[in-house]
């Protein structure tokens, strides 16, 4: 964004300050707005978008801090600065709680508060330049809903699409949250039957008798309770496709049952004489070993063969870490939207915790950690206490830290994921600049050229 289009605004019961800023920034080539109070502040953000406001902490009507507090409710992405004459440790501690990017004391040095805007809007920069980059990371190593960056799982993925477009039948292995129903929804969206329907059944959840008839359909009196004749799934899929979950659980009479209906691609109904053509794609999923099951007599070798025209394995979690990243994000977006809740991202340290855990429930089990530290959540990062995950025994490192090293790599972590901005990461240590500005000199942590501070 060029300085022009770059647009700040003054909010200063005193008009030579408003006068003598205005003239300042301008001739640094920004555009501003003044406003002679705090609730004209608050009213010009409302009418309009605002990148930076400059505001004074006393002011007749409503003060700095209530500007503060409502403009961050309404454009928490703005940057505001407070104004004061009157500095003290709580009125800085206070405006960072509240969000303030930073807060400069009257008089100010008009080098000063160019050099601060310039900090600013280089951060502003930055973070638009991240959500670009994030967006087109996500466009990269997405499958519809899907995500990856493991090599492994990318090649999983480009043989999906390639077997989308076919008719073939695909069989779909991995553990149980690994994704086997998405990525078969993913397949019927980029296959020729998109439009057509899609049916999920999970073979797992019924007993023989029930997943037959809603699997094949069945006519009025074929059973107690078949008051009339009802459709099956493969009925319900005609032109589609249907997904077949947990198809290692199904019986051996359906396994021959099954076997038929893929040879001959016609089914009878339960209780019926009459066998009726249809046209599905079949794609069916299981987290058992099939080949260890056929060698137990307990899956039929025909039926697998039928089924394992294209082979699609999904690794679990644990073997790729490097998408939890990546999948902490999309997941986060998503739960902020369902439950009305923003939060920004996972604390350096909520994410050394999530990168830690061995995920036995895979992605499924990850949605919910998350879920749940946005519920308890208290402010925009999930730290690690949100997360409710604790390392298994077998995690733990051999040689625990001191209390004093966990508080100096946190504060470096926090430090680093700022950029080296003191401001922004006393507030998420929820702790003043001085204080901070202390444990820095104390734990050695020096600033390099990028800004971001590390052990000397």
Same mark, same amino acid.
């Given at each position: 964004?060029?300085?022009?289009?770059?647009?700040?605004?003054?909010?200063?019961?005193?008009?030579?300050?408003?006068?003598?800023?205005?003239?300042?920034?301008?001739?640094?080539?920004?555009?501003?707005?003044?406003?002679?109070?705090?609730?004209?502040?608050?009213?010009?953000?409302?009418?309009?978008?605002?990148?930076?406001?400059?505001?004074?902490?006393?002011?007749?009507?409503?003060?700095?801090?209530?500007?503060?507090?409502?403009?961050?409710?309404?454009?928490?992405?703005?940057?505001?600065?407070?104004?004061? @004459?009157?500095?003290?440790?709580?009125?800085? %501690?206070?405006?960072?709680?509240?969000?303030?990017?930073?807060?400069?004391?009257? /008089?100010?040095?008009?080098?000063?508060?160019?050099?601060?805007?310039?900090?600013?809007?280089?951060?502003?920069?930055?973070?638009?330049?991240?959500?670009?980059?994030?967006?087109?990371?996500?466009?990269?190593?997405?499958?519809?809903?899907? =995500?990856?960056?493991?090599?492994?799982?990318?090649?999983?993925?480009?043989?999906?699409?390639?077997?989308?477009?076919? /008719?073939?039948?695909?069989?779909?292995?991995?553990?149980?949250?690994?994704?086997?129903?998405?990525?078969?929804?993913?397949?019927?969206?980029?296959?020729?039957?998109?439009?057509?329907?899609?049916?999920?059944?999970?073979?797992?959840?019924?007993?023989?008798?029930?997943?037959?008839?809603?699997?094949?359909?069945?006519?009025?009196?074929?059973?107690?309770?078949?008051?009339?004749?009802?459709?099956?799934?493969?009925?319900? @899929?005609?032109?589609?496709?249907?997904?077949?979950?947990?198809?290692?659980?199904?019986?051996?009479?359906?396994?021959?049952?099954?076997?038929?209906?893929?040879?001959?691609?016609?089914?009878?109904?339960?209780?019926?004489?009459?066998?009726?053509?249809?046209?599905?794609?079949?794609? !069916?999923?299981?987290?058992?070993?099939?080949?260890?099951?056929?060698?137990?007599?307990?899956?039929?070798?025909?039926?697998?063969?039928?089924?394992? =025209?294209?082979?699609?394995?999904?690794? /679990?979690?644990?073997?790729?870490?490097?998408?939890?990243?990546?999948?902490?994000?999309?997941?986060?977006?998503?739960?902020?939207?369902?439950?009305?809740? /923003?939060?920004?991202?996972?604390?350096?340290?909520?994410?050394?915790?999530?990168?830690?855990?061995?995920?036995?429930?895979?992605?499924?089990?990850?949605?919910? =950690?998350?879920?749940?530290?946005?519920?308890?959540?208290?402010?925009?990062?999930?730290?690690?206490?949100?997360?409710?995950?604790?390392?298994?025994?077998?995690? %733990?490192?051999?040689?625990?830290?001191?209390? !004093?090293?966990?508080?100096?790599?946190?504060?470096?972590?926090?430090?680093?994921?700022?950029?080296?901005?003191?401001?922004? !990461?006393?507030?998420?240590?929820?702790?003043?600049?001085?204080?901070?500005?202390?444990?820095?000199?104390?734990?050695?942590?020096?600033?390099?050229?990028?800004?971001?501070?590390?052990?000397?």
């Amino acid at each position: 964004m060029s300085k022009k289009n770059t647009r700040i605004l003054l909010v200063d019961d005193e008009e030579i300050v408003r006068e003598s800023l205005s003239g300042w920034l301008e001739k640094d080539g920004y555009t501003i707005g003044t406003a002679p109070d705090g609730l004209a502040g608050v009213k010009a953000v409302e009418e309009g978008r605002w990148s930076i406001l400059l505001v004074d902490l006393k002011m007749p009507g409503i003060d700095g801090l209530e500007v503060l507090r409502r403009v961050k409710e309404k454009s928490p992405e703005t940057a505001v600065v407070i104004m004061t @004459a009157y500095a003290t440790i709580d009125t800085a %501690v206070n405006a960072m709680k509240l969000g303030a990017f930073d807060y400069i004391v009257k /008089p100010f040095d008009p080098e000063e508060v160019s050099l601060l805007v310039e900090k600013i809007v280089a951060q502003q920069a930055l973070v638009r330049e991240n959500v670009i980059l994030r967006k087109a990371l996500k466009r990269e190593y997405r499958f519809h809903d899907l =995500v990856t960056k493991s090599p492994a799982m990318q090649g999983t993925l480009e043989l999906a699409r390639t077997a989308a477009r076919s /008719p073939s039948t695909i069989l779909v292995l991995g553990e149980s949250g690994t994704g086997k129903e998405l990525l078969a929804r993913a397949i019927h969206a980029e296959s020729p039957r998109h439009d057509k329907p899609f049916v999920a059944m999970s073979c797992a959840s019924l007993t023989e008798t029930l997943l037959e008839s809603e699997l094949f359909g069945y006519e009025k009196g074929s059973f107690t309770g078949a008051n009339g004749r009802r459709e099956g799934k493969f009925a319900a @899929a005609s032109g589609g496709t249907l997904f077949l979950d947990e198809i290692g659980d199904i019986s051996p009479k359906l396994q021959l049952d099954l076997l038929r209906v893929l040879e001959e691609r016609r089914v009878t109904r339960v209780g019926g004489t009459e066998s009726m053509p249809v046209d599905v794609r079949i794609i !069916a999923a299981t987290n058992r070993d099939l080949s260890k099951a056929i060698a137990e007599g307990r899956f039929r070798e025909d039926l697998f063969y039928r089924l394992n =025209v294209i082979t699609l394995t999904l690794a /679990p979690l644990r073997d790729r870490k490097e998408d939890i990243p990546l999948l902490v994000d999309i997941l986060l977006e998503q739960l902020a939207v369902e439950m009305k809740k /923003p939060v920004e991202g996972v604390s350096p340290e909520g994410m050394a915790l999530l990168l830690a855990h061995s995920w036995p429930g895979n992605v499924r089990e990850l949605r919910n =950690v998350l879920e749940r530290g946005v519920v308890v959540s208290t402010g925009p990062l999930l730290l690690p206490g949100d997360l409710g995950l604790t390392l298994r025994g077998e995690e %733990v490192p051999s040689h625990p830290a001191s209390l !004093a090293e966990i508080e100096r790599q946190h504060i470096a972590a926090v430090l680093k994921n700022t950029g080296g901005n003191v401001s922004q !990461a006393a507030r998420i240590l929820d702790i003043d600049r001085v204080t901070l500005y202390s444990k820095i000199h104390k734990f050695g942590l020096k600033r390099a050229d990028d800004g971001v501070f590390e052990p000397a």
